[in-house]
T-cell receptor, first 113, second 115 residues
């Protein structure tokens, strides 16, 4: 079945540091890939997505590129802020599986001033 | 468009009691999903509807759990005879079905604590 593996946290950074969160996936079909962010006590918000190989999703300074050859979708941000402290989830959506989302375990990011 | 709405946001119940959560999806969305999330984990799929039809149920959805979407609009998730292991956040999400890449939008979640 489909699965998503992402690096475990917590990841602790100083403000303006570079952030990378690794994500790899396994899928039988041709999935769409997503990053969701969850702030404390809240639901999930879509951060960015990519629907086919070599697509780059971007939003709020975050970027991720759909790499089919390495089955990866790593999240990056060049200069993090304290407000980026949250839990980040990588997910895939497979049309063959009803387009439901399969999530990774989440990576907690803490940015210190 | 007010987004996906869930209520109640928090529920504390005694073991053995029944609880029901309601989800109102984004108005034009024909797909509705339920997920469960425990502390420190990613959301796990429970079930989904396309219009009023329940198309898939996860093995996580025991016979104590039932979900309905009677008119293809709002949905309810009922848990009967609650157990402490049911304590989690129950997330509802909706989307407009497309061929690929449809974005799924989540509500704020309903926290359940079984004591």
């Amino acid at each position: 079945g489909d699965s998503v593996t992402q690096m475990e946290g917590p990841v602790t950074l100083s403000e303006e540091a570079f952030l990378t969160i690794n994500c790899t996936y396994t899928a039988t079909g041709y999935p769409s890939l997503f990053w969701y962010v969850q702030y404390p006590g809240e639901g999930l918000q879509l951060l960015l997505k990519a629907t086919k190989a070599d697509d780059k999703g971007s939003n709020k300074g975050f970027e991720a590129t759909y790499r089919k050859e390495t089955t990866s979708f790593h999240l990056e941000k060049g200069s993090v802020q304290v407000s980026d402290s949250a839990v980040y989830f990588c997910a895939l959506s497979d049309q063959a599986a009803g387009n439901k989302l399969t999530f990774g375990g989440g990576t907690r990011v803490l940015v210190k001033p | 468009d007010t987004g996906v709405s869930q209520n109640p946001r928090h529920k504390i119940t005694k073991r053995g009691q029944n609880v029901t959560f309601r989800c109102d999806p984004i108005s034009e969305h024909n797909r509705l999903y339920w997920y469960r999330q425990t502390l420190g984990q990613g959301p796990e799929f429970l079930t989904y509807f396309q219009n009023e039809a329940q198309l898939e149920k996860s093995r996580l959805l025991s016979d104590r759990f039932s979900a309905e979407r009677p008119k293809g609009s709002f949905s309810t998730l009922e848990i009967q005879r609650t157990e402490q292991g049911d304590s989690a956040m129950y997330l509802c999400a909706s989307s407009l079905s497309r061929i690929s890449g449809n974005t799924i939008y989540f509500g704020e979640g309903s926290w359940l604590t079984v004591v």
